[in-house]
């Protein structure tokens, strides 16, 4: 008998990790999958509204491109005060009554499933699978009680909502980031507070570009470069006594040798940590020497450096420093260093300290 497997879920937002499970478990059973949205899940309520959740689904898998996955609006349409399963089972019953009807859960929701309204009847209408995920502990007697069937499979990553929605993991797609973006969803509402209208429109666009040069370069830290760029300026919108104070508690070494202008790219990096939870250390470095550079850069650093100099909103043709990034970021980073040393140059600005000394004659040979 041909299956369908139904797979339901807040989707608050949608990430890859959602698509690769579906993506696997639609080859390994042969069968296509449908995504159920909630309306109004039982569990939790939802951080969007259904309408930017669905929208958010519909732009993910439209970029999968995949006709094997698509989308039931049944519990979007319903009128129901709360969503649940077994109201969807038996909608799913009634519309393939020759199809095996299989319903794709997470392990963590193994645990709790006694707990489902109507759970014995689930497991008689319907053959319940969870995904196995390693380090998640799940119930035997459930699986014995309920029938369940195991789906190894180990690729879906680590990812979740709640790491998405609080910046602390972007491994979703683009398009989606983008609508959370335009939309000021999740993450961007904590954001925007942080910065005045033009300087966000500024961190966005650096976040993009930062983002695009990853990408173009065929890195797998394009989401960290994503976070860095969108956050490298937050501590300019601390006043300067506020500043002070941080430097003299958590970077002293820096006081005494750079000027107060420079502050804000250390301030960013304790503000991101201490107010946004952000731990990754690559995130955190590139954020900290995003305006002066230093000796032995990381890529992300690099490459946020490269696209904070470089933003189109800057007011002066830099395409040509862009396409020399998306060729080969390392090199376009050095190119973007000596323009911007030409720049201070040229206007009579000083760059006579430590770190920025330093990452030129590193860089660029200069002594």
């Given at each position: 008998?041909?299956?369908?497997?139904?797979?339901?879920?807040?989707?608050?937002?949608?990430?890859?990790?959602?698509?690769?499970?579906?993506?696997?478990?639609?080859?390994?059973?042969?069968?296509?999958?449908?995504?159920?949205?909630?309306?109004?899940?039982?569990?939790?309520?939802?951080?969007?509204?259904?309408?930017?959740?669905?929208?958010?689904?519909?732009?993910?898998?439209?970029?999968?491109?995949?006709?094997?996955?698509?989308?039931?609006?049944?519990?979007?349409?319903?009128?129901?005060?709360?969503?649940?399963?077994?109201?969807?089972?038996?909608?799913?019953?009634?519309?393939?009554?020759?199809?095996?009807?299989?319903?794709?859960?997470?392990?963590?929701?193994?645990?709790?499933?006694?707990?489902?309204?109507?759970?014995?009847?689930?497991?008689?209408?319907?053959?319940?699978?969870?995904?196995?995920?390693?380090?998640?502990?799940?119930?035997?007697?459930?699986?014995?009680?309920?029938?369940?069937?195991?789906?190894?499979?180990?690729?879906?990553g680590t990812i979740s909502s709640s790491a998405v929605r609080s910046l602390n993991d972007l491994d979703t797609p683009k398009e989606v980031l983008d609508y959370i973006e335009k939309h000021g969803l999740y993450y961007i509402k904590k954001i925007r507070e942080k910065y005045t209208p033009e300087r966000y429109k500024h961190a966005v666009s650096v976040a993009n570009v930062a983002y695009a040069i990853a990408k173009n370069n065929h890195r797998n830290d394009a989401n960290d470069c994503y976070i860095a760029g969108l956050l490298h300026d937050v501590g300019k919108m601390v006043n300067d006594i506020k500043q002070k104070e941080i430097m003299n508690k958590y970077y002293q070494e820096y006081l005494t040798n750079l000027p107060p202008t420079l502050y804000h790219q250390f301030v960013g990096a304790y503000i991101a940590k201490t107010e946004l939870n952000i731990n990754n250390e690559a995130i955190l470095d590139a954020i900290k020497f995003h305006a002066t550079g230093k000796m032995n850069m990381t890529p992300i650093s690099k490459i946020v450096y490269a696209a904070d100099k470089i933003d189109p909103l800057r007011g002066y043709d830099s395409m040509k420093l862009i396409r020399a990034c998306y060729k080969d970021y390392y090199r376009g980073f050095q190119m973007v260093?000596?323009?911007?040393?030409?720049?201070?140059?040229?206007?009579?600005?000083?760059?006579?300290?430590?770190?920025?000394?330093?990452?030129?004659?590193?860089?660029?040979?200069?002594?």
């Open positions: 008998m041909e299956k369908v497997i139904l797979f339901g879920g807040t989707f608050d937002p949608v990430h890859n990790g959602h698509l690769r499970i579906a993506r696997y478990a639609s080859l390994k059973l042969n069968a296509d999958v449908v995504f159920v949205p909630a309306k109004n899940p039982r569990w939790k309520k939802p951080h969007a509204s259904i309408e930017n959740r669905h929208n958010m689904l519909r732009i993910a898998l439209k970029k999968e491109g995949t006709g094997s996955v698509y989308i039931s609006d049944f519990e979007i349409k319903s009128n129901a005060d709360t969503n649940y399963t077994i109201d969807t089972i038996k909608h799913f019953v009634n519309e393939f009554p020759d199809r095996e009807i299989c319903l794709l859960i997470g392990a963590d929701q193994v645990e709790s499933f006694h707990d489902w309204k109507d759970a014995e009847e689930i497991s008689r209408l319907a053959n319940i699978i969870y995904v196995e995920r390693p380090r998640v502990y799940v119930k035997e007697d459930n699986i014995k009680k309920y029938n369940m069937t195991p789906l190894s499979y180990e690729g879906s260093l000596n323009e911007n040393r030409k720049h201070l140059i040229k206007n009579h600005l000083s760059y006579d300290n430590p770190l920025t000394k330093s990452c030129m004659e590193l860089y660029l040979g200069e002594k």
